[in-house]
């Protein structure tokens, strides 16, 4: 919201530095690009890190390893000694 709001927030009528109305509307568009591609980007490469993790260390814990605990199953050592 403050990224599609910098470019009316910075027209004279919010005290800015005086942008124009049709200015602000050009801005606008221009943060509305801007914020489109950063959006594409993120799921682009969350989409990459999530394969990349999968293929190399799983995204699941094995199911042995979460009924024993995973300190037990990946350290050799409990958490908690009650």
């Given amino acids: ?15 800015g530095q005086g942008i124009k109305k049709e200015t602000a509307i050009a801005q606008f568009m221009t943060q509305a690009l801007g914020l489109g591609v950063t ?4 799921v682009v490469a969350t989409i990459i890190i999530v394969f990349i993790c999968k293929a190399t260390v799983g995204l699941r814990v094995p199911n ?9 199953a990946k350290h050799g050592e409990p958490s908690y000694t009650l």
């Fill in 1 to 15: 919201m403050g990224t599609l709001l910098a470019a009316f927030l910075g027209t004279e009528m919010f005290d």
């Fill in 39 to 42: 959006l594409v980007w993120s």
């Fill in 64 to 72: 042995g390893d979460k009924e024993t605990g995973l300190e037990w």
